[in-house]
């Protein structure tokens, strides 16, 4: 029971992780090596703290463990981490913003949670600080906050290449729909999977949007099975309902951990596509393994997508300051995340997709998508970051 109610706490999410980096020219013990502040602010206690904040907490430790010293500009420097409590919430989003920049000094930091990073976006483009965010609408944070990037696999990518994989290994699928929360995020995710599904000639049937705080699931799936879509982006806790109620369609999901077929049965997640890249199946990367492994036992529970992001993150942004040779003009390290390939233990990365948000703020990373078979998760499908952009600049740009 313990097991599958920390389960319940990570799918609470839409999908979300973030990363930040700041500034600082503080020392460090050891001589001669100087700090870079990364201001952080995500949920640390509640269901929100178990389900996220926790754990990318962890990932940004790791990463900081791993890349160590690294030099700018003939400077040597380290992390250093501040993290923030913000509750996943807008109070918590300003007043952790507030204090990183006010009493703390970082330049740039991240925000995790749509709410909080919302609430940010204001005070960090006034303050001319880096903001990087998660489950923000892409024309929300566009030209007229140039400060602000998306950091991690967006819904655009993510949305185009599933939908690509069931054009082209399903085409018995000709409706699609979505159980989301009630959220900014939830309806942004809902609506770039419409607009993949459309493109590919696949019907799309109004979503039924459920609040944040609900537990109980049979009523919003008893809405949907009224559409009864071939495929559906669900919430993994409304999958046991549907299928309770006859369902066999195919359900897909942002988020993967092995608890959760232990926790809602694999036998009702058989075909379960995921189409996030996350640290399962085949073709891992051998420096993610090492990471995962060590993760898993330093930290004694399941390497997810959460640090996995972290550490991704935390690895490009140190590559972005070394190749703006600073850590403190907010408007050199701006033009080399725009114009710049990263180096990442998951493969290059880089940011894009200006005909979506207008500026150019997503970032790219390589899609996957993956398929329950059993209880193993298998890749079924990878597509390069230019692929990838091709595809949406594709869909979006019409």
């Not at 030209?143 to 990518?157: C, K, L, S, V």
């Not at 379960?272 to 420096?287: Q, R």
């Not at 990263?342 to 993956?370: A, N």
Request: charged letters at 25%; a negative charge; glycine letters at 10%.
């Amino acid at each position: 029971m313990k097991k599958w109610l920390s389960v319940v706490a990570i799918v609470v999410l839409s999908l979300a992780l973030v990363a930040g980096v700041a500034c600082g020219g503080d020392e460090d013990e050891e001589e001669g090596v100087k700090e870079v502040k990364f201001g952080i602010g995500l949920p640390l206690s509640g269901i929100y703290g178990a389900a996220v904040g926790i754990s990318a907490r962890e990932g940004y430790e790791l990463a900081a463990d791993y890349i160590g010293e690294f030099t700018v500009a003939g400077e040597r420097y380290k992390w250093n981490l501040i993290f923030e409590e913000n509750h996943w919430s807008s109070q918590g989003g300003v007043a952790s913003a507030t204090k990183l920049v006010f009493e703390d000094g970082v330049k740039i930091m991240t925000q995790m949670g749509g709410d909080a990073a919302l609430a940010a976006l204001t005070i960090c483009e006034e303050s001319e600080v880096l903001l990087f965010t998660i489950g923000v609408p892409a024309d929300v944070s566009g030209p007229d906050m140039r400060h602000a990037f998306q950091p991690e696999p967006g819904p655009f990518t993510s949305a185009a290449a599933l939908f690509k994989y069931v054009s082209e290994d399903h085409p018995e699928v000709k409706t699609a729909s979505a159980v989301p929360d009630d959220t900014a995020t939830g309806r942004m995710l809902a609506e770039a999977a419409a607009a993949a599904a459309e493109y590919y000639g696949i019907e799309w049937l109004d979503p039924e949007y459920f609040p944040p705080e609900t537990v109980e699931f049979y009523p919003v799936a008893t809405r949907m099975m009224r559409k009864n879509p071939d495929i559906c982006y669900m919430d993994i806790r409304v999958i046991t309902p549907m299928r309770e109620m006859g369902w066999d369609g195919i359900s897909f999901f942002g988020l993967w951990a092995t608890t959760y077929g232990e926790g809602i049965g694999w036998e009702n997640i058989q075909g379960h596509l995921h189409h996030y890249p996350g640290p399962h199946g085949e073709g891992v990367p051998e420096s993610i393994r090492e990471m995962a492994a060590e993760y898993q036992q330093r930290f004694g529970v399941e390497f997810t997508q959460l640090p996995l992001y972290s550490i991704v993150q935390l690895y490009y942004l140190t590559d972005a300051l070394k190749k703006a040779g600073t850590v403190d003009d907010v408007d050199r390290i701006i033009a080399t995340l725009e114009t710049e390939t990263f180096e990442t233990p998951v493969g290059p990365v880089r940011f894009g997709l200006r005909e979506v948000d207008g500026i150019g703020h997503q970032c790219l990373w390589p899609c996957w998508i993956g398929e329950i078979r059993g209880e193993e998760y298998h890749r079924v499908l990878e597509m390069s970051i230019d692929e990838a952009e091709a595809l949406v600049n594709e869909i979006w740009g019409q």
